[in-house]
């Protein structure tokens, strides 16, 4: 069965300096990876996603991630955090057992605080 | 930008009463899903479709009801609403790809108070 686990359920930066959000990953087999932000009062949004192409991806405001097998990982990070980027973030796996269908497996959630 | 819609935004309610909690999406995707969600929480499923007529119990275990009679539209029903039940309910959908690659678009979300 595939899971996901965040560490750090709360992360805080300063304006400018480096973000890195932590995800690892268990699957037995090749996993499809998401990372989702969310802001306060607000659903969900799709930030990036890893589906086997390849394994450094781009996505919205910024943020990239990078799949590492050996490491079992798939880091989101930021070179410059802006305070608009404080907000909750999720990652996330697609359920790959029988019967499943895909279903998204989420990990805990990681709160980014951006300081002025 | 994502399609998907839920109704009423926020909600306060006393105990006791009947409430349902609308989504509609327009994108003809055939999965959808419920999540209840506490502030600053991690999300929890608590019921999906994949597609009319199917309606299947999530992780964690809650007294609403969902239907599906319509692809597009995936309500979610409280008999007799409690203060257990105060919380954020959010909608997701998705076309329902083969392999689980296809993004899942989330609605806003329903701020829920049961006084």
């Known amino acids: 069965a595939q899971s996901v686990t965040q560490l750090g359920s709360h992360v805080s930066v300063s304006e400018g300096a480096l973000v890195l959000l932590r995800c690892n990953y268990s699957?037995?087999?090749?996993?499809?990876l998401f990372w989702y932000v969310q802001y306060p009062n607000q659903g969900l949004q799709l930030l990036l996603k890893?589906?086997?192409?390849?394994?450094l991806v781009k996505g919205i405001n910024g943020f990239e991630a990078e799949f590492k097998k050996s490491e079992t990982s798939f880091h989101l990070t930021k070179p410059s955090a802006h305070m608009s980027d404080a907000a909750e973030y999720f990652c996330?796996?697609?359920?790959?057992?029988?019967?499943?269908?895909?279903?998204?497996?989420f990990g805990k959630g990681t709160k980014l605080s951006v300081k002025p | 930008e994502a399609d998907i819609y839920q109704t009423p935004r926020y909600l306060v309610i006393g105990t006791g009463k009947k409430i349902t909690l609308e989504c509609s999406q327009t994108?003809?995707?055939?999965?959808m899903y419920w999540y209840q969600q506490d502030p600053g929480m991690e999300l929890h499923l608590i019921h999906y479709s994949y597609g009319v007529n199917s309606t299947e119990k999530g992780d964690l275990s809650s007294e609403s009801t969902v239907s599906r009679i319509r692809t597009e539209h995936f309500p979610l029903t409280l008999e007799s609403a409690r203060p257990s039940h105060t919380s954020q309910y959010l909608c997701?959908?998705?076309?329902?790809?083969?392999?689980?690659?296809?993004?899942?678009?989330f609605g806003p979300g329903t701020r829920l108070t049961v006084l």
């Open positions: 996330a796996v697609s359920d790959l057992s029988r019967g499943s269908q895909g279903n998204l497996i």
């Open positions: 997701a959908s998705r076309r329902g790809l083969a392999g689980g690659t296809d993004t899942q678009y």
């Open positions: 890893y589906t086997s192409a390849a394994t």
């Open positions: 699957s037995s087999v090749p996993p499809y």
């Open positions: 994108m003809g995707h055939d999965k």
